[in-house]
Every structure is written in structure tokens, then in C-alpha cells.
């Protein structure tokens, strides 16, 4: 037998059907960035704690998200860099001079390529460098480039305007072997010539032949 507190105590308890704990709404993290935005939402558990998966994903979106804002920072301060660097150069260098058109088809007269003239200029050269010079199978090259350029620096002296100068040298061993060599070229022939030089001592010899193509 039950009296009147009772029963209002018994009317107030809630069903079975009821929660005692009122539900929450759906909490949402939303994260967005320059590459990818997505919506997370954890569901409370029956405990009403949030589900361990729904922090594992949180935490590795906000990982995910430190490291493409250091990328974007680090790209536009790259950026940033090289702009500075391309205002900071020196512009005050000289523009190149423009000169106008001379219309010359032939050269000056007494300033032409001649090979007499150039092959005494590439005697001379050979005969001051190699008089005592012994061959080297491992100096044999740079020998021939400096060759080159000593060839090239001396034919320049004798100020042929307008011309352009490819200098060719070959050196090898002496051991009594035969060598042939040729060169085809397409030129004007009234105003364009070569000279060849050949030279010889005990144990080397060289071929250095010169070019000068008029320059119209």
C-alpha cells in the first residue's frame, strides 16, 4: 500500500523510452584551407563522450593544416625574396651602342684577308712555342687549345675589320706516320681565304690552319 507522495513520486519518473540526459545537437568543426575543405562531425556515444575517431581525424586535420599554412608562408616570402632581389639590380650599366648599317660588301682596301700576310703571323707563332717542346700525350691538348688562341690573338693584331677568324690547329706525335687533311667551306671567294701552316720538330707536329670570313 502506497500513500499520495508516493504516487506523485512514482507519476513524476520518466519512462524508459526517455533519456535522462536531454541529447545534444551535432557539434561540427569545419576547417578549410587553399587545398581542401571538409565538415567533420562527431556524434556523442551513448555515454555522451565524443567517439576516439572523431579526435584521431580533428587532430590530424589541424596537422594537416599547420603544415600547408608553413608552405604557403614559406612560398610567398620565396616570392617576396625575389622580387627584392630583381628590384636591387644595377641598371645603370651602359645600353649597347646601335650603329647604323654601312652597306659595305667588300672590304677596305689593304685591309683584306691575305694569306701570305697571315701564314708569316702563324710561322711565327708555332717557331716561338714549340722550338723545345717535347710531346705529351697528356698535354697535348691543351697545348693545341692554347695554340688556338695565340694564333687568334695574333692575326687580330694585324686589324682586319669586319672579319671573323676561325683558327683550326692539329698536333700530333712525329713516328714517321702519313697524315692527310682537308676542310671544305662555303664562302664568298672574292673576299674570303684560309692560310695553313704546317710545323714541325724531333717528336711533335702541327697543322694550324686560319679562316676569315668577311663579315658583311
Sequence with gaps: MTNGNEE?????????TESLVPPKSPRKVSIASNVFARRISTQPSEDGAASSSGKMDLSALMRRRSTFKGLAQSITNAIAIRRLTKASV????K??????NTYKMNPDEGKGFYPDRMRKAITEVLETNLD???YSAKNAGILAENLTEMIKSRIK???????????NVILGQCLEQGLESASRCVWDQKVDNYACVTYKNKTLFVVATVYGIYFE
Design 8 to 16: 506523485d513520486t512514482v507519476a513524476n519518473l520518466p519512462t524508459p
Design 90 to 93: 644595377d641598371l645603370s650599366q
Design 132 to 134: 723545345e717542346v717535347t
Design 95 to 100: 645600353p649597347k651602342q646601335k650603329l647604323e
Design 157 to 167: 693584331l694585324l686589324k682586319l675589320d669586319r672579319y671573323k677568324i676561325v683558327c
